[in-house]
């Protein structure tokens, strides 16, 4: 009789724990014979369980928790690169900013306009991209508006272009040179489009000084690539304050 109520009770425990299995793989898993607890815990298992369609859920719901774990991963860093390149582009733009106010207050000279810039690119959607003087083109409606959201939106996009080339890990651990380098090379997009859709010619080789124009877009571009380093270990100090409360 005791033998026979352990194996009554033990079936019973079985049956509540396949049901427990099922509700979480959502697959059949059968039940064979009478189960006693004085069986080996393997003879328990192949024999009580079927342990083929127990695995198998197992290793379906491990693939599926690996595949959800992955796409929210990358939604993540996907995430966190936009963040990063939004935050350190800004930050490098307003440099840039500051040095135009900068150099209008004490010497005289006028930074770009962005009005301009505006204006420029108002005119794309119409299919006309250079112009002979961008100064004497009809204004666009909210030019000013066009000119200040180009303005940083090309700087967000530089920063992301030094994301892809050093990798998101280096937000963490900024270091200059990348950023230096980038924003140098940053000063092609005026000398090949910008200047010459404005009318100036390709680094600026239709104005009065074309010596001087360039001398001072490379300046401008450096004063970004500090941007970009400056910006970057404000970034890391945010990013890793953040960690160390979590």
Same mark, same amino acid.
């Given at each position: 009789m005791g033998s026979c109520h352990r194996r009554t009770r033990a079936s019973g425990a079985a049956q509540r724990a396949a049901r427990h299995l099922n509700s979480l793989f959502g697959r059949g898993i059968e039940l064979s014979g009478n189960i006693s607890l004085q069986e080996p815990y393997?003879?328990?298992?192949?024999?009580?369980?079927g342990w083929g369609p127990m695995t198998s859920g197992l290793y379906e719901s491990r693939e599926l928790a690996t595949h959800q774990i992955g796409v929210v991963t990358k939604m993540t860093r996907e995430f966190e690169f936009v963040t990063s390149a939004a935050f350190i582009g800004a930050g490098a733009t307003?440099? +840039?900013d500051l040095w135009g106010a900068f150099r209008r207050r004490f010497f005289s000279i006028r930074p770009l306009d962005l009005k301009l810039?505006?204006?420029?690119f108002g005119y794309m959607p119409r299919g006309r991209f250079i112009h002979d003087d961008i100064?004497?083109? *009809?204004?666009?409606?909210? *030019?000013?508006?066009?000119?200040?959201?180009?303005?940083?939106?090309?700087?967000?996009?530089?920063?992301?272009?030094?994301?892809?080339?050093c990798g998101l890990d280096w937000t963490s651990r900024p270091t200059p040179l990348p950023a230096l380098l980038v924003g140098l090379g940053t000063v092609?997009?005026?000398?090949?489009? +910008?200047?010459?859709?404005?009318?100036?010619?390709?680094?600026?080789?239709?104005?009065?000084d074309p010596g001087?124009?360039?001398?001072?877009?490379?300046?401008?571009?450096?004063?970004?690539?500090?941007?970009?380093?400056?910006?970057?270990?404000?970034?890391?100090?945010?990013?890793?304050g953040e960690g160390g409360k979590g």
């Open positions: 393997s003879d328990y298992l192949t024999r009580g369980f307003l440099p +840039m810039l505006g204006r420029w100064t004497r083109a *009809e204004p666009v409606k909210g *030019e000013a508006v066009i000119g200040w959201v180009a303005h940083y939106g090309i700087g967000c996009a530089f920063a992301a272009l030094l994301l892809a080339i092609a997009a005026p000398f090949f489009f +910008m200047q010459p859709g404005f009318g100036a010619g390709i680094a600026g080789s239709r104005t009065q001087l124009v360039r001398v001072r877009s490379v300046l401008t571009h450096v004063v970004y690539g500090v941007g970009l380093y400056a910006s970057a270990l404000v970034w890391a100090a945010l990013s890793n």
